[in-house]
T-cell receptor, first 118, second 110 residues
Framework: GAVVSQHPSWVICKSGTSVKIECRSL??????MFWYRQFPKQSLMLMAT?????????EQGVEKDKFLINHASLTLSTLTVTSAHPEDSSFYIC??????????????FGPGTRLTVL | GIQVEQSPPDLILQEGANSTLRCNFS?????LQWFHQNPWGQLINLFY???GTKQNGRLSATTVATERYSLLYISSSQTTDSGVYFC????????????FGTGTLLAVQP
């Protein structure tokens, strides 16, 4: 149980285009999903927290207009990188947290999406 | 904010060796998790261990919350244990988030 998928697993795009990444909880309902960013040989950095049906909460320093997050249902959150630039190239990872009481209070992670902006 | 430091940063082992990874944190916590990030980037939950000791096969973890550290033990290491090990815990006042430690890069050689 507690499987999280991400799509696509990798994407290459031209500078100036937008890229959408999907995160799905496959076998549980996720009231909260999280988006992380990881640069090579570095740790995960939390970008934002999204709750189903409400606006995402962004961490300090993360541009909300550049990284659009939508959590339209209890099993799907999307991250759209708008007007992508080469410095946005990174490994993006989502996680999902189930409703406490149904599962232990842990986050379950997707396999990640590697974004390369040319 | 809370600081999470892991040691060692890098570790090379011969297959079959044992190792101990350490996670130090700067404030009291009520939720600590250990993860293994495999070479393809997938994060795998190892332990949810806010306190005490847990074991799962060749892995075990101990958290001493009062002294603000947690240890991950790997026994009889295998090449498939290679990857990065992270501890993660919530920042003060935001128990639904996780702040990741600096990580330990483990390479197990045959």
């Amino acid at each position: 149980g507690a499987v999280v998928s991400q799509h696509p697993s990798w994407v290459i795009c031209k500078s100036g285009t937008s890229v959408k990444i999907e995160c799905r909880s496959l076998d549980f309902q996720a009231t909260t999903m999280f988006w992380y960013r990881q640069f090579p040989k570095q740790s995960l950095m939390l970008m934002a927290t999204s709750n189903e049906g409400s606006k995402a909460t962004y961490e300090q320093g993360v541009e909300k207009d550049k990284f659009l997050i939508n959590h339209a249902s209890l099993t799907l959150s999307t991250l759209t990188v708008t007007s992508a630039h080469p410095e946005d190239s990174s490994f993006y990872i989502c996680s999902a947290r189930a409703d406490p009481g149904l599962l232990t209070d842990t986050q379950y992670f997707g396999p990640g999406t590697r974004l390369t902006v040319l | 904010g809370i600081q999470v430091e892991q040691s060692p940063p890098d570790l090379i082992l011969q297959e079959g060796a044992n190792s101990t990874l350490r996670c130090n944190f700067s404030d009291s916590v009520n939720n600590l998790q250990w993860f293994h990030q495999n070479p393809w980037g997938q994060l795998i939950n190892l332990f949810y261990i806010p306190s005490g000791t847990k074991q799962n096969g060749r892995l075990s973890a101990t958290t001493v919350a009062t002294e603000r550290y947690s240890l991950l033990y790997i026994s009889s290491s295998q090449t498939t244990d290679s990857g990065v090990y992270f501890c993660a815990l919530p920042p003060i006042g935001a128990t639904n988030k996780l702040i990741f430690g600096t990580g330990t890069l483990l390479a197990v050689q045959p």
